[in-house]
């Protein structure tokens, strides 16, 4: 059985994430953020969302792991400003109901879900450059970068897919799943 660990990053969802694998048959394991990178063993990780770029503890050092990467929300942003993208304040701010346009069909992550799908996203911070060697996957009226992704191993969304507003959530989940089984 595919084992993923959810970084917990002291988001209010982490929780959540953990829930949403568990339901689709993933052997699941929440960990604490400050746990070094060589005690972790795992299929994939997925970098929590959370407060602020102030409580991430260990995260940088497990972006250097031989593993499938999902960042949500902050956890997208962690990824973006480690590894050379740019991140700043968001116009829009809080917790909302927002459509994403996909702009990469064939992304292994959210390239099979509707071209305009409904999320609920926090804009409060937000990726405004994606890192070198990845590309914007998805993007809204309120947001310009919802999602990106290296194109095989690293992604990042900006919406909560763990949440039952966000459509499709479960599939982004299903999909990270089939990069970590090497699918």
């Not at 953990?18 to 063993?41: F, H, K, S, Y």
């Not at 102030?54 to 949500?72: K, S, W």
Request: net charge negative; charged share 25%; proline share 5%.
């Amino acid at each position: 059985m595919t084992e993923i660990a959810v970084i917990d990053n002291h988001g209010q969802f982490t929780h959540l994430e953990q829930r949403a694998l568990r339901d689709i048959g993933v052997d699941v394991e929440l960990v604490d953020n400050d746990t070094p990178p060589g005690e972790i063993e795992a299929d994939g990780l997925v970098l929590s969302g959370g407060p602020d770029m102030d409580r991430i503890g260990n995260c940088p050092a497990y972006l250097d792991m031989d593993v499938p990467i999902l960042g949500i929300c902050l956890g997208m942003q962690l990824m973006a400003d480690q590894l050379g993208g740019r991140v700043g304040a968001g116009e829009y701010g809080g917790y909302a109901d927002v459509t994403v346009q996909i702009d990469d069909d064939e992304d292994p992550l959210i390239g099979s879900l509707a071209p305009e799908t409904r999320v609920w996203a926090s804009h409060a911070d937000e990726v405004k450059e994606v890192p070198d060697g990845f590309e914007r996957t998805a993007q809204s009226d309120v947001c310009n970068v919802e999602a990106m992704s290296n194109g095989t191993d690293r992604f990042g969304v900006q919406w909560h897919p763990e949440v039952a507003h966000t459509e499709e959530g479960e599939a982004v989940f299903e999909n990270f799943l089939a990069v970590c089984n090497g699918e």
